[in-house]
Structure formats: structure tokens, C-alpha cells
């Protein structure tokens, strides 16, 4: 069996240990054997869901100074949630998000859909 082949019929039903507020809490872990036997597990690919309609979520304003974990504990009362954000604008450089001030960033139901 190749190597692809074994890691797409990888599966087990056991989750990641992740916080709560984690955008991998939940996730499935799967297994891979890699050619040497040694077994690798991994968290499963994590798809972003579709974000909400244009229009239909709260947007703000970037300022000087904002940062992601701060706007996370500001909308979501947990620093550690800024993922919603980042989310929510489907921004593969997070950073990219708060770089420049006056920028629209829309927010999500911090619920991890958009």
C-alpha cells in the first residue's frame, strides 16, 4: 500500500486535546505509517467555513494599534479566539488584517461559522 493510499484510509475516532476556544478543539486525529513503520499522528486538515454574506455581519474599522488577540478579547471575551477574525475575512497572513489602519474587518458569531 503506498504511503497515500494508507493516509487516506487513516482514521481513528479519537479527537484532539485542544482548549475549547481552540479552532482545533473537536478536531479528528488521524494516523499514518510513514515507510520506516513509525506511526505519525496528526490533526486533520481544518476546512475555514464560507464566511457570512456581505452585509449581513458586524464589520469595524482597523485603528493604529489594533491587534488580533486584543480584538478577539474585545468581540469574543477571549484573546485566544482572534481565529474567528481571521476566519471570517478568509486571510491566509492573519497579521495582514490589523497591518493597515482603516481597513474593513468583517466579524463573525465567534461560533466558528462566519
Known sequence: MTDLTQYLLSNTDETADFTPSSRYAGAPLKVMT?????????????????P???????????????RLDLLGAAYYSEPSRWWHIADSNLEAYPGDL??????????????GEG
Open 52 to 66: 457570512a454574506a456581505e452585509g449581513t455581519a458586524p464589520m469595524l474599522l482597523g485603528r493604529e494599534g489594533d
Open 98 to 111: 490589523v497591518a493597515t489602519p482603516g481597513r474593513k474587518i468583517t466579524l463573525s458569531s465567534g461560533d
Open 34 to 50: 510513514d515507510s520506516n513503520g513509525t506511526e505519525k499522528v496528526f490533526v486533520r486538515r481544518r476546512f475555514v467555513p464560507q
